[in-house]
């Protein structure tokens, strides 16, 4: 049985208030089920904003919930005088896990190879793992990094999926990367279709993003994977 991922990428999403609901709901309702995740084979990882991470992790330990944290970024520098940034030996505290490449971050703050490249850098030096995006199988993977995800521009917020079968074709060429051993699809993954990208042979989890904001619908994304 392959090793499944389901990452939430909660974006510039969620205040603590609405954080703490979206917790008490997965404890509550057993959206999430504990015994389920101890026998079964899926990680689930919870992106949140920074500014959520503390309470986030206080509130999965109280709660006995089978939730690790990423973040949705780390600053390419080391500790130190970088003003705003938010540095991989602070993130360590927090989180096992770090988003980098994402395609918003890219277009909206020029984030270019070499930064990209730097930020991997320093999460691997922390003992962090980066997520690492790419748009299609010619993107730039870092050396060091093990997961990356398939988030095609024209499906990330649009509704429109890329089909099943071409996620499973560009997977199939990011494996042959050197060190790439785990590749995810992201882009308006749902209860409906999530099903349908797990069984390709080359996906091996999903990022999901408005989806993940309803811990019902995030729920159904992971009991039918
Ligand atoms: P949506 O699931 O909202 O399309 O977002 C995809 C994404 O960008 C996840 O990182």
């Known amino acids: 049985m392959k090793e499944l991922f389901i ?18 709901r997965c404890q509550i309702s057993n959206v999430i089920r504990r015994p389920a995740d101890q026998i079964s084979n899926k990680d689930i990882v919870i992106c949140p904003p920074f500014t959520l991470l503390s309470m986030m992790r206080t509130q999965i330990e109280e709660r006995k919930l089978p939730i690790k944290l990423g973040s949705q970024d780390v600053s390419p520098f080391p500790k130190g005088a970088y003003t705003g940034e938010i540095a991989a030996d602070q993130l360590k505290e ?7 490449g994402h395609h918003e971050r890219r277009k909206y703050f020029r ?5 990209l490249a730097n930020k991997v850098d320093m999460a691997l030096a922390s003992g962090i793992v980066p997520i690492y995006c790419v ?8 050396k060091g990094v093990s997961i990356v995800v398939y988030e095609p521009v024209f499906a990330i917020g649009t509704g429109e999926p890329d089909t099943p079968d071409n ?19 992201g882009g308006s993954v749902t209860p ?18 408005s989806a993940s904001l309803d811990p019902v619908s995030f729920g159904r994304i992971y009991t039918r994977s």
């Open 7 to 24: 990452v939430a990428n909660w974006k510039a999403n969620m205040t603590s208030s609405e954080a703490t609901k979206w917790l008490q």
């Open 94 to 100: 927090f989180v096992s896990y770090v988003i980098i």
């Open 111 to 115: 984030e270019d190879d070499q930064m």
């Open 135 to 142: 748009q299609d199988e010619h993107t730039i993977v870092p």
């Open 167 to 185: 996620a499973n074709s560009v997977a199939t060429g990011i494996k042959e990367k050197a060190g790439v051993q785990t590749v995810l699809y």
């Open 192 to 209: 409906d279709n999530v099903h349908s990208f797990m069984i390709m042979e080359h996906i091996d989890g999903v990022l999901v993003g």
